[in-house]
């Protein structure tokens, strides 16, 4: 099946383009409008990913006035507001995706509109990127125990509450149950409840009925529908509302969902994985969860180590991110000096292996060498002085890099040393930044005081691409 992508940012194409690759679609691309229309003359296309604001109008409005009547439409919007999404459906979108969306779920939305009869490429490389996000790695005490208790419980269906600091894992643990468990062949569906307005989430998860709600023009299943037969995976269920947690309640007991705006008691078979970084006992203590719903969510209770608690690890999926990031940049990897190695093991991470994966990216992407050394990943982490007694602060920072910097260099070498500052500081402050702002350049430029341009100009001056910070 051929899909179309409709976006004036080209990365967020290629992102786009590379998933639904390796689901084994074919993609064309277009920019505006104008090119999609040209698109859908000239090709027989089976689904469009269409962005609502493009240079010569307005995609909803397209949808709306017809202009893809052809194939289902998935709107890709940075607004998530109730009437947003409401408008969207009313338009005629058979789904929305907010930005920066979620892969996993390009991924699981492209498998649910497949044809039947059409299936991904069986090849040996599609096999390894399809196992690569549920890849675990751990050789610490504490990871050889959670391999055990997730082989144990992997092939029931018992609901499963995975607890852990923010960055460790918790999706990976739940689509590794999945992949193991007898549903790997039905569909996994992930929902993060914080991220989603509490006003909509009702309709996410249980779906709605038509004039269920203003702009509700059609029926649309929630994601329990979607998950039927396979597995759900519900993330920051701590934050969920008081009103939602007693539907989720009969969910578990009574197997049974009703669609917002409905009367019909709907009959689902779902394996649930929940999962949180917060104290629920805390939160019911304090009144802001039920203890029912705590105890049918902990039938079986996994919880995620820190990464600081498990420094055996570190060297295994640092070298192992370090591969996946040059596999991805078509680069050979550079080498970790042990110097280098020692101090990633020192640091106590406090974004877990999320944060240790976006260093080593950055570390591949930016280091001018076959080798990674000490001063690269101080320069990565922003490494602090041995002071734990007060803050460093950035004058001092900046000193303590430079003659990191200058020691690697050599000073009796004949260089710009202006330029060569220029280079090292300005691609990790453009990393961090674009970072910080979930790859959107508009905001990034803002957060610098450049404008969209000039940052666009730096972006590909260094090779990096905004499309990783949105992942």
Avoid at 169 to 183: C, F, N, P, Y
Avoid at 204 to 230: I, M, S, V, W, Y
């Amino acid at each position: 099946m051929r899909v179309l992508v409709v976006d004036d940012d080209a990365s967020i194409r290629w992102v786009l383009a590379r998933v639904l690759g390796e689901e084994g679609l074919e993609v064309a691309q277009a920019g505006s409008l104008a090119e999609a229309d040209e698109a859908m003359a000239a090709n027989d296309v089976g689904l469009v990913f269409l962005d609502v604001y493009l240079p010569d109008g307005n995609g909803m409005q397209a949808v709306a006035e017809g202009r893809f009547a052809a194939a289902p439409v998935v709107l890709l919007t940075a607004e998530t507001t109730f009437d947003n999404a409401a408008q969207a459906y009313r338009v005629g979108a058979m789904e929305y995706l907010p930005k920066p969306f979620d892969l996993d779920e390009v991924r699981s939305l492209a498998r649910r509109i497949r044809p039947a009869d059409e299936s991904a490429p069986d090849t040996a490389a599609d096999d390894e990127a399809a196992a690569a996000p549920t890849t675990m790695i751990g050789k610490s005490p504490a990871m050889q125990q959670l391999f055990r208790t997730l082989g144990r419980v992997a092939a029931s269906d018992l609901t499963v509450l995975v607890t852990g600091e923010s960055g460790t894992g918790k999706e990976m643990v739940a689509r590794v149950l999945h992949e193991q468990s007898r549903r790997r062949d039905q569909p996994f569906v992930a929902i993060n409840t914080a991220a989603i307005p509490a006003d909509l989430l009702e309709a996410e998860l249980f779906g709605h009925e038509k004039g269920a709600f203003t702009g509700a023009d059609r029926a649309r299943p929630g994601r329990f529908e979607q998950a039927n037969g396979g597995t759900l995976f519900l993330d920051e269920i701590g934050d969920m509302p008081a009103g939602l947690q007693v539907k989720l309640l009969r969910v578990l007991e009574e197997g049974v969902i009703q669609r917002v705006g409905g009367r019909e008691d709907k009959r689902v078979n779902v394996r649930l994985v929940a999962a949180t970084h917060q104290n629920l006992q805390d939160k019911i203590k304090a009144g802001a969860f039920r203890e029912d719903l705590y105890y049918r969510l902990n039938v079986i209770p996994v919880h995620i180590p820190p990464l600081r608690e498990r420094r055996d690890d570190i060297p295994l999926l640092a070298e192992a991110m370090l591969n996946d990031a040059a596999r991805e940049l078509d680069m050979t990897p550079p080498v970790l000096l042990d110097e280098a190695m020692r101090l990633l093991v020192q640091y106590d991470w406090p974004g877990n292996v999320r944060e240790l994966k976006n260093v080593m990216r950055r570390l591949a992407l930016l280091t001018p060498g076959a080798a990674i050394t000490l001063s690269d990943v101080a320069l990565a982490l922003g490494h602090q002085d041995n002071h734990p007694d007060r803050e460093e602060t950035l004058g001092e920072a900046v000193n303590r890099c430079l003659r990191l910097y200058m020691d690697r260099l050599g000073y009796g070498e004949a260089v710009d040393l202006h330029k060569h500052l220029l280079s090292e500081v300005e691609p990790p402050l453009l990393m961090l930044v674009m970072e910080r702002c979930g790859g959107n350049q508009i905001k990034a430029a803002k957060m610098l005081g450049l404008n969209r341009n000039t940052v666009r100009k730096l972006l590909r001056q260094y090779n990096i691409d905004p499309a990783y910070f949105k992942q």
